[in-house]
């Protein structure tokens, strides 16, 4: 790619829009900006309106934020709509701290209301210093090895039972002179399986999401593919966020990309809304999908229903973590619970961080299915 | 065909509109806008986008746009060089090697090469046009190897040696976007999201897909596609689903079945899910009533 030698006075804004760009976390490479310039020129640009078309072919914003760069566009090259681009990000902060004060004020009310309620809390945060150091990161290393695992269409050298690797053997018979020493075999290999987390952050599960927020970045940190979305009233994807290695700085981000903490459940809307968007359905597919929920949703549970049929069509293993479950008292009686047991693989307790890296470590292993334990228990 | 041809041919983002036009392609003027800078800027075209919408079609269109022929290949979880780049014919070279006996052969000739569709397209860049479809189902090694091939457009064969394309190669890529794509290989491409067109541009393109509906059947079924995408379901009728619909319609109606009626019966072809099915079911009249309004 040629670099114009000296740069007109005329390209100057396009730089700038880059730069701007750049400011605002797009991720814009020097060779996009060329691009970008290259295409200017091809296009005229008879109107404003190529420079936008270029700039969304070349600077290739990912759909989500297509959107955002095309306001920046207006409020660079036009001048209007400054103060509302940042406003919006402005408000956003302002919104997060609030956020967080009144996570804390509902913290304090609770705890004055019920001393079994505060006793839990005070449980939670006293296990969390020990398991920080050595419950999650043994459950990160080992979790490639432990998640069930499918036969890839890619192959790898074998020493016993596999195919005839007919490439290699080839050059070995020819640098042999005509000879065949002995067959070399391939066959195919095995790959990990890909884990989807549905965390709900609905206010029931208030106690629990912290943990499931650190075992999620553990997670994120130690599988392949490993997707994490949050739940309440809305689907948040925060696999991105997670993905940052620091925990801290991580679930910070991911808590910050959260917008429903605390409120209401509408798992069975939220699921299927989840199912609808084809990138992210494909992604159940063949998966282990593990929900982290109490179930209990308001109101009929019909659409949960049929979230749940759809997920364990696709999904390999579909598994439903309560916190509830903690207590040995603990049976699926309530209806949406029966209703979706017949379909779920598992009914496993999450009330713990250590529970459920157990559980998920075993997933590669067989199990009875959640039906038949939980009627043998009742 | 030359280059300068290749330039005349795309020698505006309109004249690449109305040419995609004649090969029964409608684009929108940011896609041909995106696919006059590929070509132009000899850079490869990655279009994302639902189900559906009509990706696969634009690269068909494009190839014939061109003159050139389409060398498809088709990603899966699993793909590799030997289905990607090329194999040897080990049965042939072993035959060879037996007829051969005392003379000297060299196993490694054109004889034994099993081109693969990378290495067709740079056998013969200015002939085709490669279009390497639902990139997002192949893994991250094979992305690797892709984004080596589309930034040098080089092949190396141990045994051969590098073959290099004489020209630059148009090459069209395509994603559901079931996964994020690497970032490096975004960054080389010319970018474009295709959306589910609005109703208008929808009737339009049934219009001109399909065999003999009417116009006002293809607007009909462009308003209530629209209104049956708005839910939430779990496969999303795409375009395509969209021309079968009308044109059974239009069939079942020209049989004798009236015109609510015809829609109703021939839902079949727009959603493919026995779940989507049974929601829109009790809806279903009240959104055909609505579109042919």
């Known amino acids: 790619m040629r670099r114009p030698q000296n740069l007109r006075p005329a390209a100057a804004p396009f730089l700038g829009f880059a730069r701007l760009l750049r400011r605002h976390a797009f991720h814009i490479a020097p060779e996009q900006v060329i691009s970008f310039m290259q295409a200017v020129t091809l296009l005229g640009p008879r109107s404003m309106n190529d420079i936008c078309e270029a700039a969304l072919a070349t600077l290739a914003p990912s759909p989500d934020r297509r959107g955002e760069l095309e306001a920046h566009f207006r409020n660079y090259f036009y001048g209007d709509a400054k103060p509302s681009i940042e406003g919006e990000e402005d408000d956003e902060t302002r ?91 391939r066959c195919r290999q095995a790959v990990p399986r890909k884990l989807l987390l549905l965390i709900d952050v609905s206010g ?75 990138r992210f359905s494909a992604f159940a597919r063949g998966a282990c999908v593990v929900i982290l929920s109490d179930g209990l949703e308001r109101g009929s549970h019909a659409e949960l229903e049929i979230a749940m049929r759809r997920f364990s069509a696709r999904a390999f293993r579909l598994s439903l973590a309560t916190p509830l479950a903690g207590d040995p008292r603990f049976r699926p009686a309530t209806a949406a619970l029966r209703a979706i047991l017949p379909v779920l693989d598992d009914l496993v307790d999450g009330s713990s961080i250590g529970r459920l890296t157990d559980f998920i470590l075993s997933l590669a292993r067989p199990a009875p299915t959640a039906d038949s334990i939980w009627k043998r228990v009742s | 065909m030359t280059s300068a041809d290749v330039v005349e041919i795309a020698a505006s983002p309109e004249a690449i509109a109305a040419r995609l036009a004649a090969s029964r392609y409608l684009a929108d003027d940011s896609l041909a806008t995106a696919i006059f800078l590929a070509i132009r800027l000899g850079k490869p075209l990655l279009l994302e986008g639902a189900p559906g919408v009509g990706k696969t079609e634009a690269a068909k269109a494009v190839a014939e746009l061109l003159g050139r022929e389409l060398v498809r290949l088709q990603c899966y979880e699993g793909i590799d060089a030997g289905h990607a780049l090329y194999e040897w014919n080990y049965q042939r070279q072993l035959l060879a090697i037996r007829h051969a006996g005392e003379h000297e052969i060299d196993i490694y000739d054109d004889r034994f090469l099993i081109a693969r569709p990378l290495l067709q397209v740079l056998r013969a860049p200015v002939e085709r046009v490669l279009l390497v479809d639902e990139i997002d189902r192949s893994d991250h090694e094979f992305e690797a190897l892709l984004l080596e091939f589309l930034s040098d457009f080089q092949i190396s064969i141990p045994e051969r040696g590098t073959i290099r394309a004489a020209a630059q190669p148009i090459v069209i890529l395509t994603s559901n976007r079931t996964r994020e794509l690497a970032e490096a290989l975004r960054r080389r491409c010319v970018y474009h999201w ?14 001109l897909r399909s065999g003999d ?81």
């Open chain 1, 95 to 185: 919104v997060k701290d609030d956020r967080g004060a009144r996570e804390e004020e509902r913290q304090t009310i609770r705890q004055e209301k019920g001393g079994e309620l505060s006793s839990a809390l005070e449980q939670l945060s006293s296990r969390d210093f020990q398991r920080d150091a050595d419950g999650l990161s043994p459950f990160r290393r080992k979790l490639v090895s432990a998640l069930p695992a499918r036969r890839s269409f890619r192959t790898t050298r074998t020493r016993s039972r596999g195919t005839l690797d007919l490439r290699r053997s080839l050059s070995e018979i020819v640098s042999a002179d005509g000879d065949i020493p002995s067959p070399l075999l």
């Open chain 2, 213 to 293: 509906v009417a116009e006002a059947t293809a607007r009909a079924v462009a308003n209530a596609v629209q209104e049956i995408r708005a839910r939430p379901l779990a496969k999303p009728p795409g375009i395509a689903e969209a021309v079968e619909w009308a044109n059974a319609a239009t069939i079942l109606e020209k049989g004798g079945s009236p015109w609510p009626e015809a829609f109703r019966r021939a839902i079949g072809l727009l959603i493919k899910d026995e779940e989507d099915l049974s929601a829109i079911a009790p809806e279903l009249g009240r959104i055909v009533e609505e579109a042919l309004g």
């Open chain 2, 194 to 207: 295709i959306g589910y067109p609005d109703a208008r541009r929808e009737a339009e393109i049934i219009m």
């Open chain 1, 204 to 278: 029931s599960m208030k106690l629990h999401t912290a943990d499931y927020l650190k075992l999620a970045h553990a997670a994120v940190q130690g599988a392949d593919r490993a997707e994490v979305f949050t739940f309440g009233t809305r689907l948040t994807r925060i696999t991105s966020a997670l993905r940052i290695r620091d925990r801290g700085q991580a679930l910070a981000r991911a808590a910050a990309l959260v917008d429903d903490w605390d409120g209401g459940t509408r798992m069975g809307p939220t699921l299927l809304a989840f199912l609808s968007v084809p």
